[in-house]
């Protein structure tokens, strides 16, 4: 693993971790929550060596992508950690959005995939923890094809980069974590 930089403040209150790899971005912020750091923080690696999507799959990782995790301890009864999901799409389909031209055909695939012309763009992972019939935290990862679009055998896929001069990874999650404040 490697040694973040210094947390970086963003807007929205989120403090940016940055890190050149990580087994995975979920990984680490599922430790630290468990270990109480505090809501807000959100951590990127350039790569993963260990990702992971839904269902037990693993979420191939080439650097120049988007991997970001965000940690967060929101009020509210336990049965409420799907709607998260939800606002994660929303905030990554705005987000990405925002580079496209509005006739773009972006689609939100329930619960944690965002399509682009009916290929994968971008999967969102949901981990939390209850505690007292509350949640003690909430960890939402994101990855976004951004520079390269890996080969699934089960579905078509596509990286920004196909369609506009995709941004760099940091101003990607810049843009997400921007629009998750928002809608939180």
């Not at 650097?63 to 336990?78: E, F, Q, T, V």
């Not at 496209?100 to 689609?107: K, M």
């Amino acid at each position: 693993m490697s040694q973040p930089s210094a947390p970086r403040r963003l807007p929205g209150g989120w403090r940016l971790a940055v890190h050149d790899s990580l087994p995975s971005t979920s990984d680490l912020c599922r430790a630290l929550a468990r270990d109480g750091e505090p809501d807000g923080l959100a951590v990127l690696a350039g790569r993963q060596t260990g990702g992971r999507g839904s269902n037990g799959r693993s979420w191939v990782s080439p650097a120049g992508n988007m991997y970001l995790s965000a940690l967060l301890r929101p009020p509210g009864p336990a049965r409420e950690a799907g709607q998260w999901s939800l606002l994660a799409g929303l905030a990554v389909a705005e987000a990405v959005a925002a580079l496209l031209p509005a006739d773009a055909p972006l689609a939100l695939k329930w619960p944690n995939d965002l399509l682009l012309g009916g290929a994968k763009l971008a999967g969102i992972l949901i981990d939390s923890s209850a505690a007292d019939a509350g949640l003690d935290w909430l960890v939402i990862g994101i990855g976004i094809n951004l520079a390269s679009a890996p080969s699934l055998a089960d579905r078509a896929t596509i990286c920004l980069a196909d369609r506009i001069a995709a941004p760099a990874p940091e101003a990607m999650a810049a843009a997400v974590l921007a629009r998750l404040a928002h809608w939180r």
